[in-house]
């Protein structure tokens, strides 16, 4: 009988050359499950990604530190406790533009991949 369930102690640490720190657990890179990713970050401060228009849904939660979107028009600041959900198919960036990291869980749904993120150059 196969269990039905699975601990995960060795996420697959995403290559960054940002000093972000990207620790998936569940997803297309740690299992192949391109249904949903789960990951563990911490985005240093300054960090900043392209704008970019996912084809997934994203789900951050903040655990330390702040974390700015820029959601077409919005800026919003999210804080520790705070959480979000940004539909696919939206235009939007990600920063942490304070002077500590921000450490953060991240869901997608469908998996993230670097396919269908959309980044902008």
Request: proline content about 6%; charged content about 25%.
């Amino acid at each position: 009988m196969s269990k039905k369930y699975k601990i995960q102690s060795t996420p697959f640490v995403v290559p960054t050359t940002d000093g972000k720190v990207i620790e998936e657990h569940f997803g297309l890179a740690s299992d192949g499950n391109s249904q949903i990713s789960i990951a563990h970050m911490i985005a240093p401060a300054g960090w900043k990604e392209p704008f970019q228009t996912p084809e997934f849904d994203e789900y951050t939660y903040i655990i330390k530190g702040k974390k700015q979107f820029i959601i077409e028009d919005d800026t919003i600041i999210l804080e520790a406790g705070q959480s979000i959900k940004i539909e696919k198919n939206t235009r939007v960036q990600y920063s942490n533009p304070f002077t500590i990291a921000c450490e953060y869980i991240a869901i997608c749904t469908p998996a993230f991949s670097i396919d269908n993120v959309n980044r902008e150059d």
